[in-house]
């Protein structure tokens, strides 16, 4: 997929840009806060109809304004689309694709898949279980329709059964049937969400173990992704039956796929604990450039990859891997942002890759060419 012109109206700091790209790799450059994360951010929108970093909608307008407006033109299979996004504050969200407003967003999800590798990702190694598990929803909910039923399914149900719970807890009485009732609805749809999930983390590890050995080029480290679920040895009726008296007393549901963590591990320990930075950053950039492999054979597109500030955050030697493996031609287009445009020019020309380079200056966009 090749995003080939981009449109940014009132979003976030930029007021009217209008940016055309032909080349693989586009480089934006600027200093801290010149707005170049916001420009990866404008795509990500495209792909998502929401932000990487900012939940909150509104704020992506610019300050000061009404409204904002985002359009891509990407490419596909030979087919030319538009995508639009638009909000003005106060009213709702539109998402368009040619001309068409989505009736419902989650249509879109999957069709412009894109990768990200920022800085606050980091927090997918350090944080609890919940985003470890919306890391491997996305990907799941991308890739497979009925996962994401299911998801919403189980979800909607979980909920239910939590307020019932509470309702028991003040009337002081227990109704067994309205549970029963609950408690089918998430077996059926928390088996085949842990079935699912299962399965995809044996594929994703042997995936993110290649990619951190090519990274980190020491047999002596080994990474691996341990899926641990409640339901892994026990059935989930039994277990929904066997916590009733907990779950009545805590008012809430103790057990399920909810609880479901994905530990990333180096040598057999938790990499957040004994893994050094190094190498929690490399697990990052594995597990990413896994994600887009994972896009890519299921959705038989080559994701946008979209790397935020990762030249800081890697070593030179991981650097060099990285450009490697980018400019092999295993994947496609590529966003890259950096403070330091002289390494950024170094790094491509030492891969002789020929890049746009989009220089940020007070709001205002400069683009040179970089041969390699
Ligand atoms: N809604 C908004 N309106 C105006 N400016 C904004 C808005 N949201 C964020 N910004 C500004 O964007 C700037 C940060 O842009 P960012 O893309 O993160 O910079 P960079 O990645 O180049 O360091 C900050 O100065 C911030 O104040
Ligand atoms: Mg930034």
Not at 208 to 236: M, Q
Request: aromatic share 10%; proline share 2%; glycine share 6%.
């Amino acid at each position: 997929m090749f995003l080939s012109s981009l449109r940014i109206f009132n979003f976030k700091n930029h007021a009217e840009v209008e940016l055309a790209f032909d080349a693989a790799v586009t480089c934006v450059v600027g200093n801290n806060g010149s707005g170049k994360t916001n420009v990866l951010d404008a795509i990500y929108y495209l792909a998502f109809s929401k932000s990487a970093f900012n939940p909150y909608d509104v704020q992506n307008i610019r300050h000061q304004q009404q409204a904002f407006f985002l359009r891509g033109r990407f490419t596909a299979g030979g087919k030319v689309k538009e995508v639009e996004c638009a909000l003005q504050a106060g009213g709702k969200k539109v998402l368009r694709e040619d001309g068409l407003d989505y009736q419902r967003f989650s249509e879109h999800v999957g069709k412009y898949p894109v990768v990200l590798i920022a800085p606050q990702d980091i927090e997918l190694i350090w944080d609890g279980a919940e985003l470890r598990r919306k890391f491997v929803d996305a990907m799941l909910s991308q890739t497979n329709r009925t996962y994401l039923l299911h998801l919403i399914n189980y979800t909607h149900s979980l909920k239910q059964r939590n307020g019932l719970l509470r309702n028991f807890s003040e009337s002081g009485r227990v109704d067994k049937d309205l549970l029963e009732t609950y408690n089918t609805q998430l077996v059926q749809a928390g088996n085949y969400l842990h079935e699912q999930r299962a399965k995809f983390s044996t594929e994703f590890e042997a995936s993110v173990k290649a990619h951190y050995a090519y990274l980190a080029d020491n047999p002596a480290e080994d990474v691996g992704i341990r899926y641990r679920s409640d339901l892994t040895d026990k059935s989930f009726s039994d277990l929904l039956a066997g916590s009733l008296p907990r779950d009545i007393a805590l008012q809430r549901t103790t057990t399920g796929i909810h609880r479901d963590d994905f530990l990333f591990q180096l040598n057999d320990f938790e990499i957040r604990r004994v893994g050094s930075q190094g190498q929690q950053k490399s697990l990052l950039v594995a597990l990413k450039l896994s994600e887009f492999q994972i896009l890519y054979n299921v959705l038989g597109v080559k994701p946008i990859l979209l790397l935020d500030d990762i030249f800081d955050k890697l070593d030179d030697f991981r650097i060099q891997k990285l450009i490697n493996l980018i400019t092999a031609g295993t994947f496609g287009q590529l966003f890259i942002t950096d403070a330091r445009p002289e390494r950024t020019r170094q790094i491509l020309h030492a891969a002789q890759i020929k890049a746009t380079v989009f220089h940020i200056e007070n709001g205002t966009f400069t683009q040179a060419w970089l041969r390699g």
